[in-house]
């Protein structure tokens, strides 16, 4: 057993020795450091450890996170889907429907019998239909469009111009041009005399078989008469009769107005321009030839 000291000689004992353990300490010199393999160790101290073992661990936390959010939230119902409109086309419709989605009718009748949500969009040559939730008819022939509808709305664009033809209405496009009145058919003082027997009609066919003026104001008069019967082909028949025989006669200028006049209201407006281009060469200084020719721009723009 260790013999008792006083705590005085314990300490200065203690504290000489750490002082001779310092001392042996500092005598010893630093070792030197090879630095050429520094960057090694540098570089395996920086390198990630367990990167892939990582990365799976968070996809897999992420993709139950994905999981259990989905199963929290409240599911939409599926949307019905939209049925698409009922076409019936006459057996003479010239139409396709184009990789846009576009139906477009050359000529005919196209018809839609059901309506439908889904929009419509309907070419012509003439205009652009476009619709939905509508019953309608449209044609095509070479006069224009015409639209018919039963029910709902369809807009059509066309020349620059937007209308809105509702349910019960009808329109026709390009609508036909104005017709100047100066060449609005006038009954000419050269009527035929007739002696009363029988009809107007059956006299002024028997004056027209004639020759010289008597003729040829029978052959006007007669298409003005049919024209106000109602008989549009038989009066057009007339006039063309009375151009073909006296192409140069007294009343050349009103039959080729009447024809003119005509052949516009009827929307055959290749025709009627035609007309008008044989007026200007034929009737140059007619005062009516400015009002022609404004009329055959009009119709040559359709």
Sequence with gaps: MDELRPWSEATDEAGARAARVMAAAAAVGPAPVDLTGWDAVVARAARPRHGLRLGLAFAASAAAGALVVAALMPQRAALPAVEPPVLVAAASARWTQRPDGVVSLEAGRLSVERASAAVLRLATPHAMLET???????????????????????????????????????????????????????????????????????????????????????????????????????????????????????LHPEVRL?????????????????????????????????????????LEAR
Excluded: M, N
């Design 258 to 298: 009447a024809l003119l006049v005509e052949l516009t209201r009827l929307r055959r407006f290749e025709e009627a321009a035609a007309v008008a281009r044989g007026f200007e060469a034929s009737c140059g200084a007619d005062p009516r030839r400015a009002d022609v020719e404004a009329l055959r721009r009009s």
């Design 132 to 250: 939905s939730r509508a019953r309608f008819l449209a044609e095509v022939t070479a006069g224009g469009t015409t639209l018919v509808v039963e029910e709902g709305e369809v807009v059509l664009r066309g020349q620059g111009q937007v209308r809105t033809v509702r349910a019960g209405e009808t329109l026709v496009w390009p609508e036909a041009p104005r017709i100047p009145p100066p060449l609005e058919a006038r009954p000419t003082a050269l009527a035929p005399v007739c002696d009363g027997a029988g009809s107007r009609l059956d006299c002024l066919r028997l004056e027209a078989k004639g020759d010289g003026l008597g003729a040829q104001a029978a052959l006007y008069e007669l298409g003005a008469l049919e024209r106000q019967s109602g008989h549009v082909d038989d009066a057009l028949a007339a006039w063309t009769t009375s151009l073909s025989r006296f192409p140069d006669g007294v």
